[in-house]
């Protein structure tokens, strides 16, 4: 899996890449604590090229929103989601706990 972070005016993007698993889910968890850790609340997180998410990863997107929602900071959203991890949220329901975008522009543009 690699990550990539971009840091702009209002917000973060984390774009990540390859599978979303028990192994890789820590890597993507410390990166998204670091700008936690740095008081950076508002997270676009781009889904382009994920091919898999299991349920580490999906924890991992939780706390990440339990986090940033905290004291009404910010929020993680996801944008540019496989139909394929989509209906994995969707049969877990967890849709209710995200924003979603079909692009980065409107993601980034929501903050």
Do not use: W
């Not at 991992?60 to 009404?72: E, G, N, Y």
């Amino acid at each position: 899996m690699e990550i990539n972070t971009t840091q702009y005016k209002h917000c973060d993007l984390v774009k990540v890449v390859g599978r979303v698993d028990s192994a890789t889910a820590p890597q993507l968890g410390d990166a998204l604590h670091v700008l936690t850790d740095d008081g950076r609340f508002k997270i676009v997180l781009d889904m382009t090229d994920v091919t898999y998410v299991s349920s580490a990863g999906l924890r991992v997107m939780i706390d990440t929103q339990k986090t940033c929602r905290q004291l009404s900071r910010g929020e993680l959203v996801l944008a540019c989601v496989p139909q394929r991890i989509y209906e994995t949220f969707d049969l877990a329901g967890f849709l209710p706990l995200f924003k979603f975008f079909d692009n980065i522009t409107a993601a980034v543009g929501s903050f």
